[in-house]
């Protein structure tokens, strides 16, 4: 069965600093990676994707890919409490089933 | 771009009544679109997938007599919610795969409609 993991949180951090939003996956022939920000009451929204190990910049935005440790990561910099939201983590697997894996999401909390 | 429609965004209805969902892609035809249930605080749910012109595939555990999903067009899925009861009172998201080239065939999401079963 394909996992998405992220941690929960609340991940709180200070306006300005830089948020670390992690997320592993179990299978390893995924190939499509995508960040979603949702905010309390409302539907998920894209922020970014990324399929090629490495970093992928998007403004403040920044996706990391590590395809041999599964594991993918967003990094907010400049931290706006305006960033406050669940952030989830989706996972695709190349071929087959086009269905995405979503994770559960971790609730970051930007406090001014 | 990329943009998906919902209709309504939220409804309050009677116990045993019917409701139906309108799920629109407006810029781009989506082959695929999906329905997902979401309880405060829980995560997002995969009820269903539905592929144009096709019966919908279901999630384990979701009744599809009760849940009818109808994909008459590239840019039309509906969501009916037979004979509601306070139970099914939830957050409906659909989402619509873009079938774009690359990193961006992805899914984009509508912006949900909340139902109220009384």
């Known amino acids: 069965q394909k996992e998405v993991e992220q941690n929960s949180g609340p991940l709180s951090v200070p306006e300005g600093a830089i948020a670390s939003l992690n997320c592993t996956y179990s299978d390893r022939g995924s190939q499509s990676f995508f960040w979603y920000r949702q905010y309390s009451g409302k539907s998920p929204e894209l922020i970014m994707f990324i399929y090629s190990n490495g970093d992928k910049e998007d403004g403040r935005f920044t996706a990391q890919l590590n395809k041999a440790s599964q594991y993918v990561s967003l990094l907010i910099r400049d931290s706006q409490p305006s960033d406050s939201a669940t952030y989830l983590c989706a996972v695709r697997a190349s071929g087959g089933s086009y269905i995405p894996t979503f994770g559960r999401g971790t609730s970051l909390i930007v406090h001014p | 771009g990329a943009v998906v429609s919902q209709h309504p965004s939220w409804v309050i209805c009677k116990s045993g009544t019917s409701v139906k969902i309108e799920c629109r892609s407006l810029?781009?035809?989506?082959?695929?679109m999906f329905w997902y249930r979401q309880f405060p605080k829980q995560s997002l749910m995969l009820m269903a997938t539905?592929?144009?012109?096709?019966?919908?595939?279901?999630e384990q555990g979701v009744e599809k007599d009760k849940f009818l999903i109808n994909h008459a067009s590239l840019t039309l899925s509906t969501l009916t919610v037979t004979s509601a009861h306070p139970e099914d009172s939830s957050f409906y998201i659909c989402?619509?795969?873009?079938?774009?080239?690359?990193?961006?065939?992805?899914?984009?999401f509508g912006p949900g409609t909340r139902l109220t079963v009384l």
């Open positions: 989402s619509a795969r873009s079938g774009l080239a690359g990193g961006l065939d992805t899914q984009y």
């Open positions: 810029d781009f035809q989506a082959t695929t």
């Open positions: 539905s592929n144009e012109g096709s019966k919908a595939t279901y």
